[in-house]
Every structure is written in structure tokens, then in C-alpha cells.
Antibody
């Protein structure tokens, strides 16, 4: 059974940093591109970042470019999102999602981890 | 403002059919057959319902179908059921500086 479990969310002050993790199991993690997608409270989905299976290709939304860094450790079946210079508008539930086709298409999602940026 | 435009809400009675539209540009929806649709119930993670415009993942009911014409993609749900009440999001690959864009979401109410 495919499982994605996010962790690392919490309350952080504006300008602060946080590192999210996503532990994957039930599939060959090293064969899939992975993504972060976020959802602000009461709002819609927003794609944040993507990393290819071997970390060769990395993409970011304009809203986080230069502040967030996506990475992965295939030996540990883990995906990460380092978030720096956090702003109030980064407050959201952050989901990790597996890309099944490379289009990308997100076929499995974690349960999400809440990040709250507030003083 | 979302990159893809969806109606804020649609509604239908049990047994009826509804269609949700998703309008983009030639840089996303119109330029590629990489449109997906996701269903999200309150407090839950999104679920993939349609990918590559019209393909259904294993386990998704055949009451859900997708199509595209020009810069507009559509999700049709036939034989509406109470459990279909949820938020629906379209997404598309984009040739812009980012990789993927979502629509603003559509709240489906089953009357």
C-alpha cells in the first residue's frame, strides 16, 4: 500500500524557517518524481515544487522561488521542503504528492502538515 | 487569481449529470493533453479522478469523464450521488516558468 506521511509543520514567525519531510513507503520511491502542493485555509490548491526521480530536474512556483528548496533522499525514501523567509501568505496545509505520469499527475497524496506563519 | 478558471459552484439533483469547466490558455490547457481533475472532501487530501484529459485511474467510477475543447477542459459527472458532493479542482501542465497550475476549485452541491 502506497503511503506518504508528512511531518515538520508548526507555528513559525514571519522571516523564520521550517523543514518539512515526507516519508514514503509501499512503492519504489526512487522511480517517481515527487511534488509539494499547498492549500491555504479555506482556499484552493497551489502547486509549490517538483523534483524528478534522480533530483536532476527541479521546479518551483514563482511564489516560493528563491525561498524554498526541495530535495530528496532516495536511500531514505524521503522528500523534503526547506522553507526560508516565511511569510504570512505561506500559511497552509502542505501535501506531498507522487507524480505517476511525469505530466505531472498526482496519484497519491499524504494527509498534509499544517504550517502557520504568524507573530 | 488562479491560472485556470473554474466556476465557483455547481449543483445538481441525484441522478442528474453536471459539467464543470476549466478554462486556461494555449500555454497550458489548450497546448497539452495533460489536464487532471481532483476531488476533495472537507478535511481530506485530494483524490485523482481524471488524468491526461480523459483517463480514469483504476477504481474511479465510470460516472466520471473528462474532455477538452480548445483552451477549456471539462469534467462531467453522470448519475449524481450524494457522495459526489465535494470540491473539484482541475490542473494542467504549463509551459510557463512554473510546471503545473491549478484551477480555483468548484464546489459541487448535490441537492
Amino acid at each position: 500500500e502506497v503511503q506518504l506521511v508528512e511531518s515538520g509543520g508548526g507555528l513559525v514567525k514571519p522571516g523564520g524557517s521550517l523543514r518539512l519531510s515526507c516519508a514514503a513507503s509501499g512503492f519504489t520511491f526512487s522511480s517517481y518524481s515527487m511534488n509539494w502542493v499547498r492549500q491555504a485555509p479555506g482556499k484552493g490548491l497551489e502547486w509549490v515544487s517538483s523534483i524528478s526521480s534522480s533530483s536532476s530536474y527541479i521546479y518551483y512556483a514563482d511564489s516560493v522561488k528563491g525561498r524554498f528548496t526541495i530535495s530528496r533522499d532516495n536511500a531514505k525514501n524521503s522528500l523534503y521542503l526547506q522553507m526560508n523567509s516565511l511569510r504570512a501568505e505561506d500559511t497552509a496545509v502542505y501535501y506531498c504528492a507522487r507524480d505517476v505520469t511525469g505530466d505531472p499527475t498526482f496519484d497519491y497524496w499524504g494527509q498534509g502538515t499544517l504550517v502557520t506563519v504568524s507573530s | 487569481q488562479s491560472a485556470l478558471t473554474q466556476p465557483a459552484s455547481v449543483s445538481g439533483s441525484p441522478g442528474q449529470s453536471i459539467t464543470i469547466s476549466c478554462t486556461g490558455t494555449s500555454s497550458d490547457v489548450g497546448g497539452y493533453n495533460y489536464v487532471s481533475w481532483y476531488q476533495q472532501h472537507p478535511g481530506k487530501a485530494p483524490k485523482l479522478m481524471i488524468y491526461d484529459v480523459s483517463n480514469r485511474p483504476s477504481g474511479v467510477s465510470n460516472r466520471f469523464s473528462g474532455s477538452k475543447s480548445g483552451n477549456t477542459a471539462s469534467l462531467t459527472i453522470s448519475g449524481l450521488q450524494a457522495e459526489d458532493e465535494a470540491d473539484y479542482y482541475c490542473s494542467s501542465y504549463t509551459s510557463s516558468s512554473t510546471l503545473e497550475v491549478f484551477g480555483g476549485g468548484t464546489k459541487l452541491t448535490v441537492l
